[in-house]
Nanobody
């Protein structure tokens, strides 16, 4: 019900834009977010955005990544600039509705080469 796209291979310093569309059967979306999981590491929150547009970022991506959403399209975006090899991971979109029902996307691979 969540379809993520936009991952790929990029050189360090490059940019990628991830997109995640929630199906039309999901209503009352509250928070939308991006998580990532690198090999051998726990899944971590990268960025989140509320229905009102308030955002929050992991310290490691502040100033480089920007999360945004289009409520009319049930879509969340993650613009990633100045990418580093340490950003290499599978990126997952996530949302929670009101009341609290969570949904996860299938993940998209981001690989940053040095």
């Amino acid at each position: 019900q969540l379809q993520a796209s936009g991952g790929g291979l990029v050189q360090a310093g490059g940019s990628l834009r991830l997109s995640c569309v929630a199906s039309g059967s999901i209503f009352s979306i509250n928070v939308m977010a991006w998580y990532r999981q690198a090999p051998g590491k726990q899944r971590e929150l990268v960025a989140s955005i509320t229905s009102g547009g308030s955002t929050d970022y992991a310290d490691s991506v502040k100033g480089r990544f920007t999360i945004s959403r289009d409520n009319a399209k049930n879509t969340v975006y993650l613009q990633m600039n100045s990418l580093k090899p340490g950003d290499t991971a599978v990126y997952y979109c996530y949302l929670v509705t009101t009341p609290m029902t969570p949904y996860w996307g299938q993940g998209t691979q981001v690989t940053v080469s040095s």
